[in-house]
């Protein structure tokens, strides 16, 4: 069972920046792939971005602003978050998609990222 533990939600003003971090653990597995979503309230859960054998992929809304790396050795993927606006004020999910020993999709418990003056 892979655990994922997110860190980094914070409140911000508009301009700022933010980084994200989720470490996986528990046990022996192998991840395809890393990814970060975020749901506003009353929105649906939507992709942020994604890291799959070092190659990454934006949503519009954040490309050039955000930045997403992963850390094979330590299982952990981050999100660096400038220029921050108040419409990505949003709870931030970590995703991680193993293949081994199962194929599964494992969530963290989300970490709230408000950008506020």
């Known amino acids: 069972q892979v655990r994922l533990v997110e860190s980094g939600g914070d409140l911000v003003q508009p301009g700022g920046s933010l980084r994200l971090s989720c470490a996986a653990s528990g046990g022996t597995f192998v991840i395809n792939s890393m990814g970060w979503y975020r749901q506003a309230p009353g929105k649906q859960r939507d992709l942020v971005a994604v890291i799959i054998s070092g190659v990454t992929n934006y949503a519009a809304a954040v490309k050039g602003r955000f930045t997403i790396s992963r850390d094979n050795a330590e299982n952990t993927v981050y999100l660096q978050m400038n220029s921050l606006k108040p419409e990505d004020t949003a709870v931030y999910y970590c995703?991680?998609?193993?293949?081994?020993?199962?194929?599964?999709?494992?969530w963290g418990q989300g970490t709230q990222v408000t950008v506020s003056s």
């Open positions: 995703s991680v998609y193993t293949i081994a020993p199962i194929r599964r999709t494992y």
